[in-house]
Nanobody, 122 residues
Framework: VQLQAFGGGLVQAGGSLRLSCAASGGTFSSYHMGWFRQAPGKEREFVAAIHWSYGRIYYSDSVKGRFTISRDNAKNTVYLQMNSLKPEDTAVYYC????????????????WGQGTLVTVSS
């Protein structure tokens, strides 16, 4: 299984970015796909997750109402649309996949992408 995350960059506060995570090498129909982030000196934290088939969605409280997770089954790609970005959203963002429950916990995930840096300037 390979996960490739891209779409990060530098944006001003209040701006938007869309991250993409392309998945390959496996069958993901029964998986959750998640986005996590890790800021310098901090632990990796959950951002959002979606079940590939059922579409059930989870968000952290810190991004609810600003970020939207979605998937394109035909392209095996999961997206994270990030609006109203804040400086505290600055982090390396990772996508990950898990066949297990508890999609908000990083320890549930067995495959991780390489991360893409998002920097929000004030």
């Amino acid at each position: 299984v390979q996960l490739q995350a891209f779409g990060g960059g530098l944006v001003q506060a209040g701006g938007s970015l869309r991250l993409s995570c392309a998945a390959s090498g496996g069958t993901f129909s029964s998986y959750h796909m998640g986005w996590f982030r890790q800021a310098p000196g901090k632990e990796r934290e959950f951002v959002a997750a979606i079940h590939w088939s059922y579409g059930r969605i989870y968000y952290s409280d810190s991004v609810k109402g600003r970020f939207t997770i979605s998937r394109d089954n035909a392209k095996n790609t999961v997206y994270l649309q990030m609006n109203s970005l804040k400086p505290e959203d600055t982090a390396v963002y990772y996508c990950a996949s898990t066949p297990y429950s508890n999609p908000t916990l990083p320890q549930s995930y067995d495959y991780w992408g390489q991360g893409t840096l998002v920097t929000v300037s004030s």
